[in-house]
């Protein structure tokens, strides 16, 4: 009895099982949409059939992206550049007459001197054997005598000190410079014309000295300094007399160390004057600046030499 009901259940469960697979088989068939979203199903179509693929989406092929480095070859390495020394800068080459000063200097023991333009006005030359004749400064300057004022005038001044108008400003400048010092100041004496001079010199002889004499207190007309307008005699306003005693007054002595820094030189040093054969030729005059320049005068100044002699470096005189 047992062994038919088995049989029995085995049975149904096997036409079960037939049913559902010719259910499925029904269901895809080879027409329906599944077959051509996903192609043919392998074994559910009869014999010989081939399928339409005409509707299936052709396969889109994704290009690979190939990197390719593009980097420039790496630049050959230059070799270390080896430094050079420098060359030590060169002295300019010097003139002949710049040549020849330094070997004058050099012979006395002295620094090498400045290069200067012995053809400038501030190289101008005048004493008993470079006479000027009737030179006239190109254009005058006058100047308050005491400082009262500052101003520089341009228009003729009988009342005021004279001098070229090139060194106007640097004698002001020089002059004030004493005042700011607390010192009192005088400009004596400033340019003066030949015909001035002339005067002045004939009113020496006669008083009584000879020519000879008389030329180293008052310069001939056409020899001094006064008439190039380069010079100017300064004194203390309190201290009227023209003699040495002059260099004892604190006036004179800030003009003698300072004069350098402004131009200015003691154009007639003690050491260097005092007679008709002297160097200046001139007597020694405390009171009397005269403009060369400011290199120039520092030299001059440092190395106690006049304006004859710093010319004479140079071959001048």
């Known amino acids: 009895m047992k062994n038919r009901v088995g049989r029995a259940i085995i049975g149904v469960l096997a036409l079960l099982l037939l049913g559902f697979y010719t259910y499925r088989q029904e269901q895809i068939h080879w027409h329906s949409d599944d077959v051509a979203a996903w192609g043919p199903a392998t074994g559910l179509h009869p014999e010989g059939f081939q399928a339409d693929t005409s509707m299936i989406p052709a396969a889109q092929e994704t290009p690979v992206q190939m990197s390719v480095s593009t980097e420039a070859p790496a630049a050959p390495v230059e070799p270390a550049a080896v430094e050079q020394p420098q060359a030590l800068p060169s002295e300019p080459e010097l003139s002949p ?9 050099a012979a006395l ?5 400045p290069d200067v333009d012995l053809d400038s006005w ?4 005048a004493n008993p054997t470079h006479p000027i004749e009737t030179y006239q400064p190109p254009q005058m300057g006058y100047l308050n005598q005491t400082l009262s004022e500052t101003d520089i005038q341009t228009n003729y001044n009988p009342n005021r000190c004279a001098v070229d108008l090139r060194i106007a400003e640097q004698l002001l400048a020089f002059a004030q410079g004493c005042v700011d010092a607390g010192l009192p100041v005088y400009l004596s004496s400033g340019y003066r014309s030949y015909d001035e001079q002339s005067y002045l010199f004939q009113r020496k002889i006669g008083q009584g000295y000879t020519e000879e004499v008389a030329a180293t207190i008052v310069a001939r007309p056409g020899t001094s300094e006064h008439q190039t307008g380069l010079a100017c005699d300064i004194t203390d306003y309190y201290h009227e007399t023209k003699d040495s005693s002059l260099e004892q007054t604190a006036t004179y002595q800030w003009l003698r160390d300072n004069c350098a820094d402004y131009g200015f030189v003691v154009r007639y040093p003690a050491d260097k004057s005092g007679s008709a054969d002297s160097i200046t030729g001139i007597i020694y005059e405390p009171w009397h600046f005269r403009y060369v320049g400011v290199d120039a005068a520092h030299y001059m100044t440092d190395n106690n030499l006049c304006l ?8 001048v005189v």
């Open 97 to 105: 007459v710049q040549q020849l000063a330094r070997d004058n200097a």
């Open 122 to 125: 501030e190289m101008m030359l």
């Open 308 to 315: 004859e002699e710093f010319l004479a470096l140079y071959g």
């Open 109 to 113: 023991g002295l620094p090498a001197p």
